[in-house]
C-alpha cells in the first residue's frame, strides 16, 4: 500500500489547488458622496466650436458649428456659466461682425448683460473680428452658482429668400481672471 501512497497524493494535491473562479465580476455600486455639490458640466469659459459648448447655450446660438470654431448667433444669444468665485473677474468674448451682414444693417451696437446687469455697449461700424474684454462687478455675479451672460445686437440681419436671422459670430465668451 505505501507503494501507492506517492500515486494518490500527487492527483490530490493537484486537485487542492484547483478553484472555481469567475471570469468578470460585477462592477462596485455606485453612490453620491454624502458631502459636497455635485460636479458641474459648465465651467467658466466656453469655446463654441467644441462640441460641449452645446451645454453653455441657453438661446439664440445656432445648433451647428461654422469652420470648426465659430457660430452665429441671433438676436439676444445667452449662455451660461458656472462661477466658484466673483471676485476679479472679467468677462470676455470673440466677436466678429460679417460683412455681408453689415451691408444691410449698417453699423450695429451689441449690448452685454451679465445677470440682466448691463455690463456695457459697443458700437461696431466695420467688419471684422474684435475682442470684448471689460472687468465685471463682483454684485453682478453669483458665487458658487449659474451666471447668464447675454449679447444684444439692436439690428439682425434677415434673409430675404428663407428668413433666416443672423446676428454676429461668437468665436469664444466667458469669465476669467
Known amino acids: 500500500m505505501n507503494e501507492y501512497r ?3 497524493l500527487i492527483p490530490l494535491c493537484l486537485l487542492a489547488g484547483c478553484a472555481n473562479i469567475p471570469d468578470s465580476y460585477a462592477p462596485p455600486i455606485q453612490r453620491k458622496p454624502l458631502t459636497g455639490a455635485e460636479p458641474s458640466p459648465i465651467g467658466t469659459f466656453v469655446n463654441l466650436g467644441e462640441p460641449s459648448a452645446d451645454a453653455y447655450i441657453v438661446r ?7 469652420s470648426s470654431a465659430w457660430r452665429w448667433t441671433r438676436k439676444r444669444p445667452e449662455l451660461r ?3 466658484d468665485s ?3 473677474l472679467k468677462f470676455k468674448a470673440d466677436i466678429s461682425i460679417a460683412d455681408v451682414t453689415l451691408k444691410e444693417t449698417g453699423p450695429v451696437t451689441i449690448s452685454i448683460f451679465i445677470n440682466g446687469h448691463l455690463l456695457d455697449k459697443v458700437k461696431y461700424a466695420s ?3 474684435r475682442d470684448f474684454e471689460k472687468p465685471v462687478p463682483a454684485a453682478f455675479l453669483l458665487p458658487k452658482a449659474v451666471n447668464i451672460a447675454a449679447l444684444e445686437i439692436d439690428k439682425v440681419w434677415v434673409s ?3 428668413g433666416a ?9 466667458g469669465f476669467s481672471e
Do not use: M, S
Request: proline share 3%; glycine share 10%.
Open 6 to 8: 506517492p500515486y494518490i
Open 60 to 66: 439664440d446660438v445656432t445648433g451647428y458649428v461654422e
Open 81 to 83: 456659466f458656472f462661477l
Open 86 to 88: 466673483t471676485e476679479h
Open 127 to 129: 467688419a471684422g473680428r
Open 160 to 162: 430675404k429668400t428663407d
Open 165 to 173: 436671422v443672423l446676428g454676429f459670430i461668437l468665436t469664444t465668451a
